[in-house]
Nanobody
Framework: VQLVESGGGLVQAGGSLRLSCAASGSFFDINAMGWFRQAAGKQRELGAGISPRGSASYVDFAKDRFTISRDNAKNTVYLKMNSLKPEDTAVYYC???????????????WGQGTQVTVSS
């Protein structure tokens, strides 16, 4: 299973970005998907998660300004980030809970991370 992230970059404060994370490989099904971020010198923190049916939840930094969504046909999760602030500067990671098959359990996978830099 591979997760490929895209959409990061440099943006001015107040701008927007949309991150994408596409899962590929051999798996039975995708369960929850989510986004974390890690700023330099800080711990990785959870921002948002979304269920297979599209029920979203937000924690801390992702509340109010960020929107998580998914396209099950494309095995892709998105994070739309609006009104970006310099303190949003971080490496953003997607994570996906994969079902390996009936009776085979699940496993979490992580993307490689994409850098988001917000200039003031």
């Amino acid at each position: 299973v591979q997760l490929v992230e895209s959409g990061g970059g440099l943006v001015q404060a107040g701008g927007s970005l949309r991150l994408s994370c596409a899962a590929s490989g051999s798996f039975f099904d995708i369960n929850a998907m989510g986004w974390f971020r890690q700023a330099a010198g800080k711990q990785r923190e959870l921002g948002a998660g979304i269920s297979p049916r599209g029920s979203a939840s937000y924690v801390d930094f992702a509340k109010d300004r960020f929107t998580i969504s998914r396209d099950n046909a494309k095995n892709t999760v998105y994070l739309k980030m609006n009104s970006l602030k310099p303190e949003d500067t971080a490496v953003y990671y997607c994570t996906v809970d994969i079902s390996l098959g009936p009776g085979s359990g699940t496993e979490d996978y992580w993307g490689q991370g994409t850098q988001v830099t917000v200039s003031s």
